[in-house]
């Protein structure tokens, strides 16, 4: 079995702190739903109720404007009781709708008729994932229409990509979705190749998850629809982002003689929300979510409403064993800072954790060739003497000069010469250019011992 990978860096990533990948719980519906008007990049939709409304489940609560914005339902039938700018995890200030649950559902609990998608053209499908309002729920947050909509009319060939690379333990909450929801998410994937008129679709699938990724790519095969490959790639973070992920696409298509031409990435998360859109014909109103971390009591999967607050979250997981230090939403390598537990989940949060002691994130990556090069360097030198500083002025900096972070670099930077740099605000045409090539995985955050902000200055250098 050929496994392909990005080339140089990364770290392996591993978190006790992480919820197992048993089966998911089904969270408690929110008695107060907040609900933003926004999509992640920030992107405004247009409200269509008011305060005082009584509104349905699945209702239409704010509609698009435009290519960024997304239509935005309901995910809990009752009153409307107020209409106030929030600030969410991401930074974004947004309208959000406050709807107190009350009333009956419509959806939940009921028999779901199902549609046939194959009754469908392209244009169609695009049409019903808009009025839905589905986005890219596992990255960016912008509405797949757009996406979609961007390569149907191309000349080159487009490849679909079923993504489901785990190199995050805190991808759990995907990993037990793909489990539970296997043919959902092989329908959806057919849907959506579709609507992009993709010539193939590719499963790219992690290693350690070969079997359930092989199970998937059946079923996508035996639908007869489209010419499917199942790729296996490594497991060394971060290669799900598009440029690692890419780089072990390019070796395929080289290896096998084929033509990719232009990927289309989506995960388990945005292909079941397809299947929900055009199979039931209902919008997005839940999603799988990792809760845990050291000051969690007991880190679960919960299958959380949209619009739950993450305070409702940590309670079902027993709240906290003693006050955190940081939460946040997303992985520890990336997450943002909740600045406050009201804050919702919304359709990309796929993880929520609070820790007690932050060294215990950085400390749980590790990386084999950074104690690899720590060992030739004692040989070749007689003693464990780090790297010598590039700059007089790096003296004065709390850096230590070990080299670790230019060991982890997939993108093979300096992060420490730039961090260096930065910090006593060295700028040149040259530097803003290597500022640019850093994609933020941080890695290089992850592995320093002097836990720096490298990644978080290099890829923000004005702190704007």
Same mark, same amino acid.
């Given at each position: 079995?050929?496994?392909?990978?990005?080339?140089? !860096?990364g770290i392996s990533f591993e978190d006790r702190t992480a919820p197992g990948r048993g089966e998911s719980v089904l969270s408690f519906l929110p008695g107060l739903a907040v609900v933003p008007l926004v999509t992640q990049n920030?992107?405004?939709? %247009?409200? $269509?109720?008011?305060?005082?409304?009584?509104?349905?489940?699945?209702?239409?609560?704010?509609?698009?404007?435009?290519?960024?914005?997304?239509?935005?339902?309901?995910?809990?039938?009752?009153?409307?009781?107020?209409?106030?700018?929030?600030?969410?995890?991401? !930074?974004?200030?947004?309208?959000?709708?406050?709807?107190?649950?009350?009333?009956?559902?419509?959806?939940?609990?009921?028999?779901?008729?199902?549609?046939?998608?194959?009754?469908?053209?392209?244009?169609?499908?695009?049409?019903?994932?808009?009025?839905?309002?589905?986005?890219?729920?596992?990255?960016?947050?912008?509405?797949?229409?757009?996406?979609?909509?961007?390569?149907?009319?191309?000349?080159?060939?487009?490849? %679909?990509?079923?993504?489901?690379?785990?190199?995050?333990?805190?991808?759990?909450?995907?990993?037990?979705?793909?489990?539970?929801?296997?043919?959902?998410?092989?329908?959806?994937?057919?849907?959506?190749?579709?609507?992009?008129?993709?010539?193939?679709?590719?499963?790219?699938?992690?290693?350690?998850?070969?079997?359930?990724?092989?199970?998937?790519?059946?079923?996508?095969?035996?639908?007869?629809?489209?010419?499917?490959?199942?790729?296996?790639?490594?497991?060394?973070?971060?290669?799900?982002?598009?440029?690692?992920?890419?780089?072990?696409?390019?070796?395929?298509?080289?290896?096998?003689?084929?033509?990719?031409?232009?990927?289309?990435?989506?995960?388990?998360?945005?292909?079941?929300?397809?299947?929900?859109?055009?199979?039931?014909?209902?919008?997005?109103?839940?999603?799988?979510?990792?809760? !845990?971390?050291?000051?969690?009591?007991?880190?679960?999967?919960?299958?959380?409403?949209?619009?739950?607050?993450?305070?409702?979250?940590?309670?079902?997981?027993?709240?906290?064993?003693?006050?955190?230090?940081?939460?946040?939403?997303?992985?520890?390598?990336?997450?943002?800072?909740?600045?406050?537990?009201?804050?919702?989940?919304?359709?990309?949060?796929?993880?929520?954790?609070?820790?007690?002691?932050?060294?215990? $994130?950085?400390?749980?990556?590790?990386?084999?060739?950074?104690?690899?090069?720590?060992?030739?360097?004692?040989?070749?030198?007689?003693?464990?003497?780090?790297?010598?500083?590039?700059?007089?002025?790096?003296?004065?900096?709390?850096?230590? !000069?070990?080299?670790?972070?230019?060991?982890?670099?997939?993108?093979?930077?300096?992060?420490?010469?730039?961090?260096?740099? %930065?910090?006593?605000?060295?700028?040149?045409?040259?530097?803003?250019?290597?500022?640019?090539?850093?994609?933020?995985?941080?890695c290089c955050e992850a592995v320093c011992p002097s836990r720096l902000p490298l990644s978080r200055l290099i890829i923000n250098p004005s702190g704007s």
């Amino acid at each position: 079995m050929k496994v392909y990978s990005f080339l140089h !860096g990364g770290i392996s990533f591993e978190d006790r702190t992480a919820p197992g990948r048993g089966e998911s719980v089904l969270s408690f519906l929110p008695g107060l739903a907040v609900v933003p008007l926004v999509t992640q990049n920030g992107s405004r939709s %247009l409200p $269509v109720v008011k305060v005082g409304d009584t509104v349905k489940e699945a209702q239409l609560i704010a509609r698009r404007q435009g290519a960024g914005s997304a239509n935005v339902h309901s995910p809990v039938p009752g009153k409307i009781i107020d209409n106030r700018t929030w600030n969410m995890a991401s !930074g974004v200030f947004c309208n959000s709708m406050i709807i107190r649950m009350e009333g009956s559902f419509s959806m939940l609990g009921h028999t779901e008729k199902r549609y046939k998608w194959e009754d469908y053209s392209p244009f169609e499908l695009r049409g019903l994932i808009e009025t839905f309002g589905v986005v890219d729920m596992d990255g960016t947050g912008v509405p797949l229409n757009d996406i979609l909509s961007m390569y149907h009319q191309t000349d080159i060939p487009v490849t %679909l990509v079923v993504r489901c690379v785990f190199d995050d333990p805190w991808l759990v909450a995907n990993y037990v979705l793909l489990k539970e929801r296997l043919s959902e998410i092989a329908t959806g994937a057919l849907i959506a190749a579709r609507a992009a008129c993709a010539a193939q679709i590719l499963v790219v699938i992690s290693l350690p998850e070969y079997a359930i990724g092989a199970e998937l790519a059946a079923i996508i095969t035996d639908s007869g629809q489209f010419n499917t490959e199942l790729i296996v790639v490594g497991a060394r973070y971060p290669q799900r982002n598009k440029r690692e992920l890419g780089i072990a696409l390019r070796q395929f298509e080289r290896k096998e003689k084929k033509n990719l031409g232009l990927c289309i990435y989506l995960g388990p998360s945005t292909l079941s929300a397809v299947n929900d859109a055009i199979i039931l014909q209902k919008p997005p109103l839940e999603r799988y979510v990792a809760v !845990g971390g050291s000051a969690v009591k007991r880190p679960k999967v919960l299958k959380a409403r949209i619009g739950s607050r993450f305070s409702q979250l940590f309670e079902e997981c027993g709240g906290f064993i003693s006050r955190p230090k940081r939460t946040a939403v997303g992985s520890p390598l990336l997450g943002r800072p909740v600045f406050s537990l009201d804050e919702p989940v919304t359709a990309s949060s796929y993880a929520v954790f609070a820790v007690c002691d932050e060294s215990a $994130v950085r400390n749980s990556a590790t990386n084999p060739r950074v104690l690899e090069l720590r060992n030739q360097r004692q040989l070749m030198t007689g003693k464990p003497s780090p790297v010598p500083f590039k700059h007089n002025y790096a003296r004065a900096i709390d850096c230590i !000069g070990c080299g670790e972070c230019r060991a982890v670099c997939p993108v093979g930077l300096d992060p420490e010469d730039i961090y260096k740099m %930065l910090s006593v605000q060295i700028y040149s045409p040259v530097l803003s250019k290597l500022c640019r090539q850093c994609h933020g995985c941080g890695c290089c955050e992850a592995v320093c011992p002097s836990r720096l902000p490298l990644s978080r200055l290099i890829i923000n250098p004005s702190g704007s």
